[in-house]
């Protein structure tokens, strides 16, 4: 049976979830709302926290909140760095919760605005999109059951709405949680500067190796890449190069899913 797929928006989320049970998608979806909710309040009230391009104190008992502030004080960049991946991760974790009435699925992953997280048994194979340099178009991750859980966050100063400082077509993130790749891909991709390509990556990889929260790296930026610490198996894309360059995340996972509204 094909694990199910499901795409929604919301204002800014772009929400891709796929999972062997139809109830843990709905028990995703239920706590995107819940968080996304609780954040809004939060930050109409507390408007450092939207805005800051710095770690932010917080004094609250929200989990959205403090997961993004501890992500933000790790990586040393502003709270908001971590917004997608934080509600990946909550809306993973309510998809694996044990509940008496629900299976727990073997298939657990959530994808916002390029920032995913995954909890699976079953092999998973990930696109990497990063604009439409040829070097970007067939390179791709296998995701094991030995890697999970994982969080994968990407920046880019080339694609995408997020605010990147630095010149990377795209720098991935692997860590134990998409929180903490989203935060951290921010951090790196804005050392990923200057005239001199391969030194602006290799000054990046190095600031890599300093943040032990996180596993491994993969950078790109024009006609090199650099990688350092545990990154899942990579893999080559197959694929006819127009679909490849497309930002929507239905390219992203390339496994046969059943789709479903």
Do not use: W
């Not at 935060?183 to 602006?200: F, H, L, M, P, Q």
């Amino acid at each position: 049976m094909k694990p199910y797929k499901v795409h929604f928006t919301e204002k800014e989320s772009d929400i891709t979830i796929i999972s062997d049970l139809k109830s843990a998608i709905a028990d995703a979806k239920k706590a995107f709302y819940h968080h996304r909710m609780d954040l809004e309040n939060y930050i109409s009230n507390h408007k450092d926290f939207l805005t800051s391009f710095s770690p932010v104190s917080v004094n609250t008992s929200l989990k959205i909140i403090n997961l993004m502030a501890d992500a933000a004080h790790i990586c040393d960049v502003g709270p908001m760095a971590a917004v997608a991946g934080a509600l990946a991760d909550l809306m993973c974790e309510s998809m694996k919760k044990e509940k008496e009435e629900h299976k727990i699925p073997k298939i657990a992953l959530v994808e916002n605005g390029g920032e995913i997280i995954i909890d699976s048994k079953k092999s998973l194979r990930i696109a990497l999109y990063a604009g439409d340099n040829e070097l970007n178009l067939n390179i791709g991750f296998l995701i094991e059951e030995a890697d999970c859980p994982i969080g994968i966050g990407t920046s880019s100063a080339t694609i995408g709405h997020a605010i990147s400082l630095g010149e990377a077509d795209a720098v991935t993130v692997f860590a134990e949680n998409a929180t903490l790749a989203d935060a951290c891909a921010t951090r790196i991709a804005n050392i990923v500067k200057g005239n001199d390509i391969e030194k602006s990556i290799k000054k990046a990889l190095d600031a890599a190796d300093d943040l032990q929260e996180i596993r491994g790296v993969f950078i790109n930026r024009e006609n090199k890449i650099g990688r350092t610490g545990k990154i899942p198996k990579m893999i080559k894309v197959e694929g006819n190069k127009n679909q490849l360059i497309h930002k929507k995340a239905e390219n992203l996972f390339m496994n046969d899913f059943e789709i479903f509204k």
